[in-house]
């Protein structure tokens, strides 16, 4: 069984709600507000930025039968009998909230068409899926479990690198390793909040759910923001703490030799990138000069920014048809500057650097003693605990020479 509610609502062009004339003149001249529109479900409408305008909270406002077709289809029929969409309307957004409870996820769906200035339609679609019952389906307690675990381990990160700043004071901001767990640190506490909002927002629209028993609608577009502004922050918290493996990969000589590459050639690489983002900026300004009007992907600088970057071979008719000569050419100046120029600046300076750290015996990295690096971050893991009798008779029992030849023979076969 799936349960759907429709919401429906256009936008004006103007900033408050009145009784207009067919010429754009008021009927009354005191701009007497309408009390008979009803606002309170535009007052937490997301701002949406489509081609032309922003759009946020305001305007008209239709709920449709979700439970009899054709009281729905009434509904519509009147709309266009009063003529509910005119030549002043700007946008028409149609929600729909779905859910499914054989998957258990609530489908939130907005449909939004933008009429241009002048003739035509701008359609939008968003599709987003919301599991808000989380603990309910199959694994419910190991996800509670899993939550609870990393608030707990997000409170001794925290403890942890406050202890080895207070010890080595300002030098701590010295490493960019430090830098990463700082980041790491603020991602998580920054997802711990974002996800105790969700769920709050949660608890309370399913409570609103509950008192009109599904025959209201109900906004979940918030809630769907929440949502996806939460796994982005995870998933940039992954991705950092991915590359914090390469602190552990070290141990492995090329990988040693690649982190203390870019770590020398860190200050030409800041060149470089000044370099990149101003040429890059240069040519996004271009393209977003040449093509605002020719596609939806250059509308905004933001968007010609990406395109830009990631996919502006499949946007090439788009850019000649507007400007058959002048597009083209800068095209393939952009082609040739990036990847023929600005790459290979990039790869001289990382090759250049690597040949020096090679040649360069005292530069080379010396962290290769895995068994005596996991034996001093064991020991300093009892000295925290206050383990400090056990720490001894430990330090005593690694001492044996049994212990000492097979770090050695380790050492040696690495």
Not at 12 to 37: G, M
Not at 117 to 128: K, L
Request: charged letters at 20%; aromatic letters at 16%.
């Amino acid at each position: 069984m799936v349960l759907s509610t429709v919401h429906l609502s256009k936008c004006k062009a103007f900033h408050i709600v009145v009784d207009f004339q067919r010429n754009n003149e008021p009927i009354s001249a005191t701009y007497k507000l309408n009390k008979t529109i009803p606002i309170d479900p535009l007052l937490t409408c997301p701002i949406f930025y489509l081609l032309i305008l922003r759009y946020g909270g305001g305007g008209y406002v239709i709920e449709l039968n979700h439970k009899d077709i054709s009281c729905a289809l009434r509904q519509i029929k009147e709309l266009r009998k009063h003529r509910w969409l005119d030549e002043y309307t700007r946008g028409f957004f149609a929600e729909i909230a779905i859910y499914n409870p054989n998957i258990n996820l609530f489908g939130v769906i907005m449909c939004v068409a933008e009429f241009l200035p002048g003739d035509g339609i701008y359609p939008v679609f968003e599709f987003q899926a919301l599991n808000i019952y989380r603990y309910h389906a199959g694994g419910g307690l190991f996800l509670m479990i899993s939550e609870i675990l990393f608030v707990i381990f997000t409170i001794y990160f925290i403890r942890r690198e406050h202890a080895v700043f207070k010890k080595i004071g300002k030098k701590y901001f010295d490493s960019y390793w430090n830098w990463m767990e700082i980041m790491v640190i603020g991602l998580s506490l920054v997802i711990i909040v974002f996800y105790t909002i969700k769920s709050l927002y949660s608890i309370y629209l399913m409570d609103k759910i509950t008192e009109s028993k599904g025959k209201k609608y109900i906004r979940l577009q918030s809630l769907a923001t929440f949502d996806e502004t939460t796994t982005f922050l995870i998933g940039f918290l992954l991705f950092i703490a991915t590359v914090k493996l390469l602190k552990l990969l070290r141990f492995n000589k090329r990988i040693g030799f690649l982190s203390e590459t870019l770590r020398a050639c860190g200050t030409d690489l800041s060149g470089f990138a000044l370099l990149f983002i101003v040429t890059l900026i240069s040519f996004v300004t271009v393209f977003y000069k040449e093509a605002v009007t020719a596609s939806a992907e250059f509308s905004t600088f933001i968007r010609a920014a990406e395109t830009s970057t990631f996919k502006i071979a499949e946007k090439f008719k788009d850019v000649t048809q507007v400007s058959p000569v002048v597009a083209p050419i800068f095209y393939f100046i952009f082609a040739f500057i990036m990847n023929w120029i600005v790459l290979q600046v990039l790869i001289a300076i990382i090759c250049g650097t690597f040949s020096r750290i090679k040649k360069d015996l005292s530069a080379q990295p010396n962290d290769y003693e895995v068994v005596d690096y996991m034996i001093e971050r064991f020991l300093n893991f009892l000295s925290t605990i206050n383990f400090r009798k056990n720490k001894f008779k430990l330090f005593r029992m690694l001492k044996n020479p049994k212990v000492e030849g097979f770090k050695s023979r380790y050492n040696q076969t690495n």
